[in-house]
């Protein structure tokens, strides 16, 4: 079951659904944006790029950032996708992450665009 995120019912009075590729985009935001520490039960999953907007932006920072979001999706989403690569660049305040990844269960190629800061998310 896919189910929707955020999470809402749908017109029916049941759990909202959608479609594999859209689902796993959202798992992959829920990782990018849910900080370390945030989920009781799971006080590794996330990668802490919600916690960025009180750091100067800069290079390292993106590399920094770039190790830790691949680690994540390995760690979290390893059964569902195969990460390809995962960019992130510095773009005046924003953080710009761009994740590659291959859903396995449909083979289908995906190229994803986050966008963190700068008023935006």
Same mark, same amino acid.
């Given at each position: &079951?896919?189910?929707?995120?955020?999470? +809402? %019912?749908?017109?029916?009075?049941?759990? =909202?659904? *959608?479609?594999? =590729?859209?689902?796993? +985009?959202? &798992?992959?935001?829920?990782? $990018? %944006?849910?900080?370390?520490?945030?989920?009781?039960? +799971?006080? *590794?999953?996330?990668?802490?790029?919600?916690?960025?907007? %009180?750091?100067?932006?800069? @290079?390292? $920072? =993106?590399?920094? /950032?770039?190790?830790? #979001?691949?680690?994540?999706?390995?760690?979290?989403?390893?059964? $569902? #996708?195969?990460? =390809?690569?995962?960019?992130?660049?510095?773009? @005046?305040?924003?953080?710009?992450?761009?994740? +590659?990844?291959?859903?396995?269960?449909?083979? /289908? /190629?995906?190229?994803?665009? %986050?966008?963190?800061?700068?008023?935006?998310?």
């Amino acid at each position: &079951m896919n189910l929707a995120y955020p999470y +809402r %019912f749908s017109s029916t009075g049941l759990t =909202a659904q *959608t479609d594999l =590729a859209t689902h796993t +985009r959202d &798992m992959i935001e829920l990782i $990018l %944006f849910t900080s370390p520490g945030e989920r009781v039960n +799971r006080p *590794t999953f996330g990668t802490g790029t919600a916690a960025l907007v %009180f750091e100067p932006n800069s @290079d390292v $920072l =993106a590399g920094a /950032q770039q190790q830790v #979001i691949h680690g994540s999706l390995q760690q979290w989403l390893s059964d $569902l #996708i195969q990460v =390809a690569g995962v960019d992130v660049s510095n773009i @005046d305040s924003t953080l710009q992450i761009t994740v +590659r990844y291959t859903i396995l269960q449909s083979r /289908q /190629q995906n190229t994803e665009v %986050f966008v963190y800061g700068g008023g935006s998310v």
